[in-house]
């Protein structure tokens, strides 16, 4: 499993994640903050966005990157991934 | 204080194997920006490359040698050959000792040190090939090139990422022109497409998915390429005793450092590059044509540097013609500023300024003539050339025509 989070909640994973990145508790972060707040900056940015990616197996465009500058942005992205995801193999496929 | 002559140039990277075929393309306009040989797999996600593409190793080393030489060392030693070649210069006497080789690299032997992981990691096999160090070293080239041309003096190897080869160079340039050696054969060399390395930038998310557009609105990242510049500096007094051809002058080198983050770029530090190199040179901006741009292509990179040449040119920067030639060799990394510093001396000897190509837009953030597409006939007497590192290292040459 997961070295960041056993949650099934999307935003308390993605939080998690960001906070593991940051070495910062994930109390220090809500679903409302903007990455500027957190003092997270564009490179941070990229380390959050490669954990994401291993996190969830997922592929995060560059301009899917570009939307992630916010908690909220981060999830979302991630939910939308994830869906494309699904469909993209529906189950029983190979 | 000895004034500083440029007596001989060696280029080979995706433009050609030489000067000739590299500036015939550079001239022209025409980027090798293309393919990737190895794509990877699963893919990367940027698909081209300016990979040294006519350049073939047998060519130029025997088996037996290339068993000692990476990649970057090969491209250093042919690059060095060349230009020592057209210097005329030989090593003998009390010159050998008075002869200095400083070169850069951001990451030298990469290859070897790849394949001695894939052995140990994946492969399990605890036997790494007995070469691997002196292949991986990062002065594998000056080292070669100073057995091979048997030169005793001062040499060593810089590794400031992106700006190695210009502080190579500038401290080349220091020392011809302090008296300290009378001649120096200086520059770059990088060869970056190693599997490992490649996954690495593309982590970082900096390369672009189709092209390097410097300057231009559309611009998505950079494109790496690999190659190798070298030049020979020679005290001019020295140079005119032996009626060799003075190709060009090095007159200025100056460097700073950002203290402002790991990657991202900052106005100031670039300007101080830039300003002190011009007070090295005892020059002032009105007496600069021509900016041989560190423009990579990324968002941040160019939008900086036109703020700050701005900074350090004032109401000069509209006069200036500007232009970064990655779009046409790659983003060379330690060997960026040697190649880009022979460009630049060829545009001041060829009264021709080699264009940005890939050029789409303007973008109103690098409003400054980038010399778009097409290289632009134009009576230049001084250049600078700037390189701007990863780390926030920056290092700029000025040039001059003889």
Not at chain 2, 300 to 328: C, P, W, Y
């Amino acid at each position: 499993m997961s070295e960041y989070s056993e949650s099934n909640d999307l935003g308390t994973q993605v939080i998690r994640i960001i906070a593991y990145t940051q070495r910062m508790p994930p109390e220090a972060i809500s679903l409302d903050s903007t990455f500027e707040e957190l003092k997270i900056d564009s490179l941070d940015g990229i380390n959050i966005v490669f954990a994401l990616e291993n996190e969830f197996g997922i592929n995060i465009p560059d301009e899917g990157v570009q939307d992630m500058r916010s908690v909220r942005g981060a999830v979302e992205g991630v939910r939308k991934l994830l869906e494309e995801q699904k469909q993209a193999v529906p189950p029983g496929a190979a | 204080m000895n004034r500083v002559a440029v007596t001989g140039l060696g280029l080979v990277c995706a433009l050609g194997r030489n000067v000739t075929e590299c500036w015939e393309r550079l001239a022209a306009g025409e980027s090798r920006i293309g393919p990737l040989s190895d794509p990877g797999s699963p893919p990367y996600k940027f698909q081209n490359g300016a990979e040294a593409w006519d350049f073939q190793p047998l060519d130029y080393f025997s088996e037996k040698d290339l068993l000692m030489l990476e990649r970057f060392a090969q491209l250093a030693v042919v690059a060095a050959r060349e230009a020592i070649a057209q210097s005329g210069l030989v090593f003998r006497g009390e010159l050998c000792d008075r002869c200095a080789v400083v070169t850069g690299t951001s990451v030298g032997g990469q290859f070897s040190e790849e394949e001695g992981y894939r052995r140990l990691y994946k492969e399990n096999n605890p036997r790494v090939g007995p070469f691997t160090i002196p292949r991986t070293m990062s002065n594998a080239g000056a080292s070669r090139i100073s057995l091979e041309f048997g030169t005793h003096g001062p040499a060593y190897t810089v590794s400031t990422a992106c700006a190695s080869s210009n502080h190579a160079i500038g401290q080349a340039f220091w020392m011809v022109r302090s008296g300290q050696v009378r001649a120096a054969i200086t520059g770059g060399s990088e060869a970056v497409f190693a599997e490992g390395l490649l996954r690495a930038w593309e982590a970082m998310r900096v390369v672009s998915p189709d092209t390097c557009r410097p300057f231009s609105a559309d611009r998505r990242g950079l494109s790496l390429g690999e190659g190798a510049g070298m030049v020979v500096l020679e005290d001019w007094e020295h140079a005119k005793a032996r009626s060799a051809k003075i190709l060009g002058e090095v007159v200025g080198f100056g460097m700073s450092s950002d203290a402002h983050h790991i990657t991202q770029p900052c106005i100031e530090g670039p300007a101080k590059a830039m300003h002190w190199a011009l007070c090295d040179a005892k020059m002032t901006a009105d007496e600069i044509d021509y900016v041989n741009a560190h423009g990579t292509g990324t968002p941040a990179n160019d939008a900086t540097e036109v703020q700050a040449i701005r900074a350090v040119f004032g109401h000069r920067a509209e006069q200036l013609l500007v232009s970064s030639t990655k779009s046409m060799h790659g983003h060379t990394l330690g060997a960026a500023g040697a190649i880009e510093a022979i460009a630049t001396l060829l545009a001041l000897k060829n009264n021709l300024v080699p264009p940005t190509a890939n050029f789409t837009s303007t973008d109103p953030a690098c409003n400054l003539d980038v010399v778009p597409n097409r290289a632009r006939s134009a009576s230049i007497g001084a250049a600078i050339s700037n390189t701007f590192a990863f780390g926030g290292l920056n290092a700029t040459l000025v040039l001059k025509k003889v």
